[in-house]
């Protein structure tokens, strides 16, 4: 699944040209679900950056600790609470890494998952208005999941999707038909991405250094 991300500070204009920035990339080395979160989404055909809540929370949600954080690719059209969201809001969160954990006979170990040149990464998300008791809104997402390639599916058995930046704005476009998003939705390449363990330091939210993401082994990566 997606329980933590690793947020390092990225040169997202770069990566995704003409992208206008409301509010600056919110960075962290361990951000864990129901914080605010950066997000990238189309507005009149402009990419924008902005901050949303990470937990999706339709109008009708009552509790928020049942938002739910990701949300499985296979089922975005059967399930009513991602199915208009899907077809008409998508957007993408600029990340540095993911982290998993790989169950071991006596504990846990935690995993980076990265790209193995450790560049930046677009994850797949949908995103719905939240409205507070105060009468204010924000704006909040969940990150869409596919099965882990054959690679890291023995630490993980899903991944957020990765949106390739050359399909970035086709992905975010209301415009796209939903059945053109959903091909979009497949485990990365197999060269793309890597893993390396990590300190289990990052088990706590509470840390936020960069001892969470520091290596204490070497990156399993596709063979050359």
Not at 39 to 65: N, Y
Request: net charge positive.
């Amino acid at each position: 699944m997606a329980g933590r991300l690793h947020i390092a500070p990225l040169d997202l204009e770069r990566l995704l040209p003409g992208l206008v920035i409301d509010a600056p990339l919110v960075t962290s080395p361990n951000l864990a679900p129901r914080r605010m979160l950066s997000a990238i989404r189309l507005e009149a055909g402009v990419p924008r950056l902005g901050r949303l809540f990470w937990g999706l929370t339709p109008p009708w949600l009552e509790v928020l600790d049942h938002a739910p954080h990701c949300a499985r690719a296979e089922s975005l059209e059967e399930r009513p609470m991602f199915r208009e969201a899907f077809q008409a809001r998508r957007c993408l969160v600029p990340a540095s890494g993911v982290y998993v954990w790989k169950a071991q006979p006596r504990f846990k170990q935690p995993f980076l998952v990265t790209r193995v040149d450790r560049g930046p990464l677009l994850l797949a998300g949908l995103w719905c208005r939240f409205h507070t008791s105060l009468a204010q809104h924000t704006d909040s997402l969940a990150l869409i999941t596919v099965p882990a390639g054959p690679l890291l599916a023995p630490l993980t058995d899903r991944l957020p999707a990765v949106i390739a930046p050359e399909d970035a704005r086709r992905w975010l476009d209301p415009e796209t038909p939903s059945e053109a998003a959903q091909a979009m939705l497949v485990p990365a390449p197999r060269e793309l991405l890597g893993a390396f363990p990590v300190s289990r330091r990052v088990n706590s939210p509470a840390h936020q250094d960069a001892a969470c993401a520091h290596p204490v082994g070497p990156m399993l990566r596709q063979p050359d």
